[in-house]
């Protein structure tokens, strides 16, 4: 069954999505999106050279997507205003290293996507050697903070997603 249909969620979304782009349900519309539904996770497998992520705390994701989601907002008030109102040689933006135990590849992108998407830091580079994220502050005032929010507001609940198993009678 995996090796016609990689990822049923995938093929299922798909489906619907076609159906409700087209605003129809006609058989013809069901063919065609089933169709897609099947050949696309197909022709995109080799995009996947690590397989398809497995949510292990679906929970703790939407936690996660829930906080990150109020961070941007926060960040996009926080950068305006420094942008608006403080002289540009009061700002100190610099480089920090934040040592990562995050292994997963799903789990580093996810943490490269939140990174990147909340405006006033950057993850510049992952240095393989010493597994160390290299990240740009827009205006750094302390970088334990920064490293300890790193760790555990966003690296620790993506490991709980995607590295530890859940077991049964752990809080989600």
């Known amino acids: 069954m ?3 249909l990689p990822s049923p969620l995938l093929s299922v979304c798909l489906l619907l999505t076609w159906l409700l ?15 897609l539904g099947i ?6 497998r080799p995009l996947q050279p690590h397989g398809y992520a497995r949510l292990r705390r679906p929970l703790a994701l939407l936690r ?17 205003q420094i942008i608006l109102l403080r002289r540009s040689v009061d700002v100190n933006d610099q480089f920090i290293r934040v040592p990562l135990d995050l292994r997963s590849p799903h789990g580093l992108a996810l943490l ?16 393989p050697d010493q597994h160390e994220l290299l990240l740009h502050v ?8 920064w490293v300890d929010t790193i760790k555990t507001r966003y690296e620790r609940p993506i490991m709980d997603v995607f ?3 859940a077991t049964p009678g752990d809080p989600l």
């Open 112 to 127: 490269s996507c939140l990174i990147n998407s909340t405006p006033g830091t950057v993850w510049a580079d992952l240095l």
């Open 138 to 145: 827009f205006d750094l005032h302390d970088e334990a903070w």
């Open 64 to 80: 996660l997507l829930g906080f990150s989601a109020i961070e941007i907002l926060r960040s996009c008030f926080n950068v305006a």
């Open 2 to 4: 995996k090796r016609w």
């Open 163 to 165: 590295e530890t198993p």
């Open 39 to 44: 050949v696309a996770p197909l022709l995109c």
């Open 21 to 35: 782009l087209n605003q129809s349900v006609e058989p013809a519309h069901w063919l065609l999106g089933a169709v």
